[in-house]
């Protein structure tokens, strides 16, 4: 009973003793490059990312299976990543994450290669398993893909208002990571942020910022430094901006203009609008008293001058009392509209037809007869 205990124990540990390791071969790399930049007038060299060239990261898996029974899964700095795997000829089209597999006796050679925007700097970790007899083993290694520091480029300035809370962010894409982003200020005037001489002239006059202020505080996403807090952004503050890694030769540079606008800047305009519409309502009352106060004076005058040419023609010698009574009366009828006019005995009557002054026509003739 013993025996047979002892030679079950010795065929599980047989079982469970195939070899498998994983090593490192080779590092990946990516290809920058250095061109000039214009920054409103600021000339200044940014690095950039060469995504037409790609990088690989080689191991080697050492193991008694065949490769087809071997299990890959893939690390970038400890998240998940999906990986293509391919096993035979390359496709014409494989994307921009996929592996490859080339096996020699016991050994089985891995390439994971990365193009295009999937070039990304850090580290890669390969994670082979393989499971025999209801055992599983395991076994993993790290590659690096390296890369000089890159930094973000701000083609637009930021515009905020005072007061306001602003946070600029200067995230670094590289492997190793560097020490910490230093920042650079230098103050403009706010009516010359659109002087090129002036621009150039601050980014001559960049500044180093202390860590120790109480307007503003730096803070860590990735690298030490890499962010710029203003809680309460103040007025001084408007200017250009520089963050930086390492140097001019292995490092980067970026800037940006921040504009810090008045708080009330946008309602001077308004109170124009407002003033310059008042200002017309007021001309347009005015204009229409005016015209509503000469309309009276016109038919008061008009009536003055009816009643004068009327006591002129009674002071005539000739005429009795009863013709001046009626010639009055004709004459304060027709003030009312001036449009109509009627000849009464050479004199002008408003508001008085032909026909109706017939009878007094007759009237008169039979008094002067009567006289």
């Known amino acids: 009973m013993l025996s047979f205990s002892s030679s079950l124990i010795f065929v599980v540990l047989v079982a469970g003793s195939t070899a498998l390791s994983v090593e490192k071969v080779s ?11 214009k920054l409103q007038g600021i000339s200044f060299t940014k690095r950039y990312m060469n995504t037409s060239v790609p990088t690989t990261v080689k191991f080697n898996v050492t193991t008694t299976v065949a490769s087809d029974d071997l299990a890959l899964s893939w690390l970038f700095n400890g998240a998940q990543l999906n990986v293509l795997r391919l096993k035979g000829p390359l496709p014409d089209n494989p994307g921009a994450v996929f592996s490859t597999e080339l096996q020699a006796g016991n050994s089985v050679e891995i390439t994971l290669h990365l193009r295009d925007k999937s070039l990304s700097a850090g580290n890669y970790t390969l994670v082979v398993s393989v499971t025999t007899e209801a055992v599983t083993q395991s076994a993993q290694a790290s590659g690096f893909v390296r890369a ?52 150039v002239e601050a980014k001559a006059d960049l500044a180093l910022l202390s860590e120790n202020s109480s307007e503003y505080q730096f803070l860590t996403k990735s690298v030490p430094n890499d962010q710029l807090l203003f809680p309460q952004l103040p007025s001084a503050y408007n200017g250009l901006y520089e963050c930086s890694v390492g140097d001019r030769g ?71 009392p009863r ?41 008169l003739r039979g008094g002067v007869a009567r006289c």
């Open 250 to 320: 292995n490092g980067d540079e970026s800037l940006i203009l921040v504009n810090v606008k008045d708080r009330w800047a946008a309602l001077w305009p308004f109170i124009g609008i407002v003033i310059e519409v008042a200002v017309l309502v007021t001309a347009i009352l005015l204009y229409e008293r005016h015209q509503m106060r000469s309309k009276p004076l016109k038919v008061d005058a008009n009536a003055a001058a009816t009643t004068a040419a009327t006591t002129a023609e009674a002071s005539s010698p000739g005429m009795n």
């Open 27 to 37: 590092d990946g790399k990516i290809e920058t490059f250095l061109e000039p930049v």
């Open 148 to 199: 000089a520091p890159i930094l973000p480029l701000f083609p637009k300035d930021r515009r905020v208002l005072e007061g306001d809370r602003l946070l600029i962010s200067c995230e670094v894409i590289a492997f190793p990571k560097p020490d910490t982003v230093i920042w650079r200020f230098a103050p403009i005037k706010p009516d010359m942020m659109k002087d090129s001489d002036a621009l």
């Open 323 to 363: 013709t001046i009574q009626i010639q009055q009366q004709n004459n304060v009828n027709a003030v009312g509209e001036p449009n109509n006019e009627t000849a009464v005995d050479g004199n002008k009557g408003l508001n008085a037809e032909a026909g109706d002054n017939k009878p007094d026509e007759l009237r």
